[in-house]
């Protein structure tokens, strides 16, 4: 069934480029080495892949097929094995098992309304002395318009983060700003956030 990613990832292209986010190869040291590793709301595989191709045993879930048919592409290419599942983020039976990391890097798209079912869920999912990766915008990104959503409750904030993980490790939580290059949809300067939390 056609949905609004199918129609945002059609073309030959990769919306966001095919290499990873600047701020998981940052985040990455953080990382269980060579564990167990979750991507939620991987898209068309870039950060999955550069995992996979670190040495992680990665299953990677998205909603939209057109994105993971290109996610497929890209480890075929990239001579890698990703577990790719085609599932809703809200969907959280993910969370069921524990996972050495768990990878959530822009999923700016669930509402506010909802954060905290996805927060719950990316924590259920860490295992004890795993990894928890936020990569995302502050509200601060509305106003540069260089990717995300046009609205700034859709973003995080340092506070935000700390609260809603504050019973776990938290190792670091930093809102900044930086220039991205990551295909046509994460392009310019950014206002972003970093948050790494241990099981």
Same mark, same amino acid.
């Given at each position: ?13 990769? @919306? ?6 600047? +701020? @998981? ?8 080495? +060579? ?30 097929? &057109? ?6 592409? @890209?480890?075929?290419?990239?001579? &890698?094995?990703?577990?790719? &599942? ?10 069921? !098992?524990?996972?050495?990391? &768990? ?9 506010? !309304? ?11 999912? #860490?295992?004890?002395?795993? #990894? ?47 220039? @991205?290059? !990551? ?17």
């Amino acid at each position: 069934m056609e949905n609004f990613w199918d129609k945002r990832y059609a073309g030959a292209d990769y @919306l966001f480029g095919t290499k990873p986010a600047a +701020g @998981l190869i940052a985040l990455e040291p953080h990382l269980v080495a +060579g564990g167990k590793t979750l991507v939620v709301a991987d898209g068309e595989g870039r950060n999955s892949v550069y995992l996979a191709s670190r040495g992680y045993d990665v299953r990677a879930t998205d909603y939209s097929q &057109v994105a993971q048919e290109k996610a497929k592409a @890209l480890a075929k290419e990239a001579g &890698v094995d990703v577990e790719f &599942v085609l599932s809703d983020i809200y969907d959280a039976g993910w969370s069921d !098992e524990a996972y050495d990391n &768990v990878v959530a890097i822009f999923i700016q798209f669930v509402p506010p !309304e909802r954060m905290g079912e996805i927060f719950t869920a990316l924590a259920r999912a #860490t295992r004890a002395g795993g #990894t928890l990766l936020i990569h995302g915008y502050t509200p601060e990104q509305v106003a540069l318009g260089t990717g995300g959503p046009g609205n700034p409750d859709h973003m995080y904030t340092p506070d935000m983060l700390a609260d809603a993980f504050s019973h776990m490790q938290i190792m670091v939580n930093r809102a900044y700003t930086a220039t @991205l290059n !990551e295909g046509r949809g994460h392009s310019g300067p950014s206002a972003l956030i970093d948050f790494v939390a241990k099981g």
